[in-house]
C-alpha cells in the first residue's frame, strides 16, 4: 500500500485552519493513523483509527475519511504546531508512512 | 511508566554489521507487538520491522534477508541485527510499540543514529 500526503509542505498564520490530505493507493478502511513529529524528538499519535484523537491531543486536531482518502484538520493553527505530519496506514502487515507535511508558522 | 531505550547505533563501514538494543521497561516485550522505525537524515519516517507476540515476523522490502528482529524475554529486550549494511541504511532508527487494539504506534524510544560510510 502507498500512501500520498499532500501538501509536502505549508505555511500559515495562527488561528488559521489547516488541512493536510492523505491518500492510499488502496482502500485500508479506518485504519489510518496520524502522527506530529517536532524537530529532534520522536513522533507522537494525534489521531487512530482515521477520527479518535489521543488522550492529551488538543482538541483543535481532528481526522476524517475512510477508504482511500483521508484529511488532519488543525481548527485553529497554534506556534507549538510548528512540525511535521505524517500518516500512516495499518491495514495490512507492512505499516506505511506518508512522506510528510511540514507546517510552518508564519 | 513505560520507556523504551536504545542502544548500538554507531559508524559502520559499508558490508559492515551492527546490532540495535532497546530495552523495555513498564510492559512486557514478549506480549506487545513491537518495532523498529527508522529515519534518513531530512527524510521521513520509513517502517522497518515488526515481530509479533507470536513471534511471527515481517520487513520492508529493501531489508529483507539483511535484517533480523528478535527479541529476548529474560531481558525484556527488542533487537535488529543488521547485516551488510549500506549508504542508504544511514537514519536513526526507534524502536517502537504497537497497540493492538487500536492499531497504531504508541509508545517511541528517543532513537539511536546508524551511520553507514567509510
Known amino acids: 500500500i502507498q500512501m500520498t500526503q499532500s501538501p509536502s509542505s505549508l505555511s500559515a498564520s495562527v488561528g488559521d485552519r489547516v488541512t493536510i490530505t492523505c491518500r492510499a493507493s488502496?482502500?485500508?478502511?479506518?485504519?489510518l493513523n496520524w502522527y506530529q513529529q517536532r524537530s529532534g524528538k520522536a513522533p507522537k499519535v494525534l489521531i487512530f483509527?482515521?477520527?479518535s484523537l489521543q488522550s492529551g491531543v488538543p482538541s483543535r486536531f481532528s481526522g476524517s475519511g475512510s477508504g482511500t482518502h483521508f484529511t488532519l484538520t488543525i481548527s485553529s493553527l497554534q506556534p507549538e504546531d510548528s512540525a511535521t505530519y505524517y500518516c500512516?496506514?495499518?491495514?495490512?502487515?507492512?505499516?506505511?508512512f506518508g512522506g510528510g507535511t511540514k507546517v510552518e508558522i508564519k | 511508566e513505560v520507556q523504551l531505550v536504545e542502544s548500538g547505533g554507531g559508524l559502520v563501514q559499508p558490508g559492515g554489521s551492527l546490532r540495535l538494543s532497546c530495552a523495555a521497561s513498564?510492559?512486557?516485550?514478549?506480549?506487545?507487538?513491537m518495532n523498529w522505525v527508522r529515519q534518513a537524515p531530512g527524510r521521513g519516517l520509513e517502517w522497518v520491522s515488526l515481530i509479533y507476540s507470536s513471534g511471527t515476523t515481517y520487513y520492508t522490502d529493501s531489508v529483507k534477508g539483511r535484517f533480523t528482529i528478535s527479541r529476548d524475554n529474560s531481558k525484556n529486550t527488542l533487537y535488529l541485527q543488521m547485516n551488510s549494511l549500506r549508504a542508504e541504511d544511514t537514519a536513526v532508527y526507534y524502536c517502537v510499540r504497537y497497540d493492538t487494539s487500536d492499531y497504531y504506534f504508541d509508545f517511541w524510544g528517543q532513537g539511536t543514529l546508524v551511520t553507514v560510510s567509510s
Open positions: 483509527g482515521a477520527s
Open positions: 513498564g510492559f512486557t516485550v514478549s506480549t506487545n507487538y
Open positions: 500512516q496506514e495499518s491495514d495490512g502487515t507492512l505499516l506505511t
Open positions: 488502496q482502500s485500508v478502511s479506518y485504519y
